[in-house]
């Protein structure tokens, strides 16, 4: 059985959604980071830095939520599901994958860290605008290369969509800007039924271990 450790509204969601993208049953495991969950020594064991997304399938613990998913799809995604199945193909993947890890997402995760997440002696508040302009400026890479129309790669929904839109739905979520032409796109993306379910059985896990 496949058990994913996860916390709402995280990025444990790109790997919730795939598998259920994937249609793969599995368990969903939420743990209190606000509590310290994460870093206790069973989930240290899983994760060294005690963070989530972390699967484990069998012998295999994998955490990073790209490379989770990337194993996913290698194992057991059939027909070009998520990921096309030439290295072309794949090479766009990751491309897109990579952009919105490191290009995208920081700057997003560099301002809120210095806002809130970062104990106060760490904070440096005279980063945020620097890091909010690093990401207009990532936005605008990828309105020069998305229209929004169809899918980032090739014509069908694949992993890229969902690390940019679970990346997108976090800044609109914070307030920073998402440009207009990517609205009709968010909305086709969450339109889906496994990113429903996906909402649904993390929310579902949190509530079990809350009280
Ligand atoms: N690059 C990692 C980031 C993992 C990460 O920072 N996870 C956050 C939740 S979104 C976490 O577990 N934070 C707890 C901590 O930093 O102790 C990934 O994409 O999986």
């Not at 904070?123 to 020069?144: D, F, H, M």
């Amino acid at each position: 059985m496949i058990s994913v450790y996860t916390y709402a509204g995280s990025r444990s969601l790109r790997v919730v959604w795939a598998l259920e993208e994937l249609g793969l049953d599995y368990q969903c495991h939420a743990l209190r980071l606000d509590k310290g969950e994460g870093q206790t020594p069973e989930h240290l064991a899983r994760h060294p830095d005690g963070k989530v997304p972390v699967l484990v399938d069998g012998d295999v613990t994998v955490f990073e939520s790209g490379a989770i998913c990337r194993y996913l799809v290698a194992k057991y995604g059939k027909d070009g599901q998520l990921m096309p199945s030439d290295p072309e193909g794949q090479a766009q993947l990751d491309q897109w994958l990579f952009f919105v890890l490191t290009e995208l997402e920081q700057p997003l995760w560099t301002q809120a860290k210095h806002a809130f997440a970062l104990p106060d002696e760490q904070k440096v508040a005279s980063v945020i605008p620097t890091a909010a302009w690093e990401y207009k400026r990532a936005l605008g890479a990828l309105e020069r290369r998305f229209d929004g129309t169809g899918w980032l790669v090739g014509d069908a929904f694949s992993l890229a969509d969902i690390f940019l839109v679970q990346t997108l739905g976090w800044a609109e979520k914070a307030r920073h800007p998402v440009p207009e032409q990517f609205k009709d796109y968010l909305a086709r993306c969450t339109a889906r039924p496994a990113w429903a379910r996906a909402i649904a059985r993390e929310e579902e896990a949190a509530a079990e271990v809350a009280s």
